[in-house]
């Protein structure tokens, strides 16, 4: 018998020492306050996940993952996030300042921590408008500090697997070449300013009928070129509401030109409700003879022309950014 007990002691010591094996998914957890729906969607290309919030703004799920960075939304506000299988992930978020407030740990929070405090540093260092405003040479000094900025972060982020810093890397070398065939692109297009505006005619408009650029001769107009894909588009909604509000009885007219594929004209014409847009909202239709005048590869793209149909900023500064107001308070509205 005290054989036999023996033999059973030592078959649970070795099933208890027996090493666990690796998670092959993603553990996420976590807190929203303030939150700003029941779900909280995990986006990667060709991945998406619903995670079910509850009333007190907890949840937890598992996902199993292919490696890399994804994008969180909770509805109103979206961060980029890293997941690894293995990760037992926890975060909390107050949407009132989504931003400054989100914070990850458990297992996977150095990388997603780092990533957070790199996008507050981007945000901080890149004002895209003031930066594209600078001569070449300035502008090339300031890229490299920016750079230099970015790397010490990453120097000084803790211990981070090798592939997630290679990838890191691999992300500002392109950033910095993006950077500069903005900047070039955008030097291309200042040539367009003081030009007459080309035209675009008959556009659907959402109160009913049809707008030409034509129509709006004798006020200033700002054009917001835009879909329902996209998610900068999406995020500029709020400020664009705000300078609407702001300039609302002056003599400008807010424009938003929907480019989106016919297939998704419902839903263009569902977020105009759902998100209560103002301003004059025009669907293009697929009608690329705007767009391509405008050289325009990239959306959310801002356009000011003056009363004469005279092209004041081929790509003017954005809803959210400073710039904007500063360019309208030098005209006469």
């Not at 005290?2 to 807190?31: F, I």
């Not at 029941?38 to 292919?66: A, E, H, M, P, Y």
């Not at 030409?212 to 329902?228: E, H, N, P, R």
């Not at 894909?229 to 995020?235: F, K, T």
């Amino acid at each position: 018998m005290k054989n036999l007990v023996y033999v059973l002691a030592a078959a649970v010591l070795l099933t208890a020492c027996k090493p666990e094996a690796p998670k092959d998914y993603v553990t996420l957890s976590g807190k929203i306050a303030n939150q700003n729906s029941d779900s909280l969607v995990v986006l990667q290309r060709g991945f998406s996940k619903t995670i079910k919030v509850n009333t007190d703004g907890t949840f937890s799920d598992t996902l199993k993952v292919k490696e890399g960075v994804f994008v969180i939304n909770d509805g109103t506000e979206q961060a980029r996030v890293y997941l690894k299988n293995g990760y037992d992930l926890s975060l909390y978020i107050d949407t009132k300042e989504f931003d400054e407030t989100l914070a990850f740990s458990g297992n996977g929070a150095n990388p997603n921590n780092y990533l957070n405090e790199k996008s507050l540093l981007m945000e901080k260092i890149y004002d895209l408008d003031a930066l594209f405003e600078l001569d070449e040479t300035t502008f090339s000094e300031k890229i490299k500090t920016n750079g230099a900025a970015v790397k010490s972060l990453l120097d000084n982020a803790g211990e981070l697997d090798s592939l997630f810093i290679a990838n890191q890397e691999k992300e500002a070398g392109m950033v910095e070449v993006q950077l500069r065939n903005m900047y070039k692109k955008r030097q291309e297009l200042s040539a367009l300013n003081g030009q007459e505006s080309v035209q675009f005619t008959d556009y659907e408009n959402i109160k009913g009928g049809t707008t030409s650029l034509s129509d709006l001769k004798g006020k200033y107009v700002y054009i917001d070129l835009w879909a329902t894909w996209c998610g900068p588009c999406i995020a500029e909604i709020p400020s664009l509401k705000a300078i609407e509000k702001e300039y609302h009885g002056k003599n400008i007219e807010f424009v938003s030109i929907s480019i989106d594929k016919k297939s998704a004209y419902e839903k263009w014409k569902t977020m105009i409700a759902e998100k209560e847009l103002g301003g004059m909202q025009l669907y293009a239709n697929e009608d690329k003879t705007f767009t391509s005048a405008y050289k325009v590869t990239g959306i959310p793209r801002f356009i000011l022309i003056d009363p004469q149909g005279v092209v004041v900023k081929a790509d003017a500064p954005r809803p959210s950014s400073p710039g904007l107001k500063t360019l309208l308070e030098t005209l006469d509205i």
